[in-house]
């Protein structure tokens, strides 16, 4: 059984800075996607920064330049550092792993989410 459990939400001002961690246990083969995504009040959950078991990094328009995805191999852990913080990256942040449908073998696993609010 895949689980993957996210941490590091907080409150912080615009400007600041957070790492959220996402910790996974349970078997996981390649081909695989790990990412970050996110949910605002109000709005359908958007991709924020995948990371591809091959090391390809993609990140949404909205954070280039501010967010960086990383992971620790040996801790099974995924990051997602946040600079420069603004108002609109309030949401809550989802951690997923998964596998392309469109490959064998097809499975998503999702956190429970975590909660960054940015505000003065």
């Known amino acids: 059984q895949v689980q993957l459990v996210e941490s590091g939400g907080d409150l912080v001002q615009p400007g600041g800075s957070l790492r959220l961690s996402c910790a996974v246990s349970?078997?996981?083969?390649?081909?695989?996607?790990m990412g970050w995504y996110r949910q605002a009040p109000g709005k359908q959950r958007e991709l924020v920064a995948t990371?591809?078991?091959?090391?390809?990094?993609n990140y949404a328009d909205s954070v280039k330049g501010r967010f960086t995805i990383s992971r620790d191999n040996a801790k099974n852990t995924v990051y997602l550092q946040m600079n420069s913080l603004k108002p609109e990256d309030t949401a809550v942040y989802y951690c997923?792993?998964?596998?392309?449908?469109?490959?064998?073998?097809?499975?998503?696993?999702w956190g429970q989410g975590t909660q960054v609010t940015v505000s003065s």
């Open positions: 997923n792993i998964g596998r392309n449908e469109r490959l064998p073998g097809w499975f998503t696993y």
């Open positions: 349970g078997r996981i083969f390649r081909p695989y996607t």
């Open positions: 990371m591809t078991s091959g090391d390809i990094i």
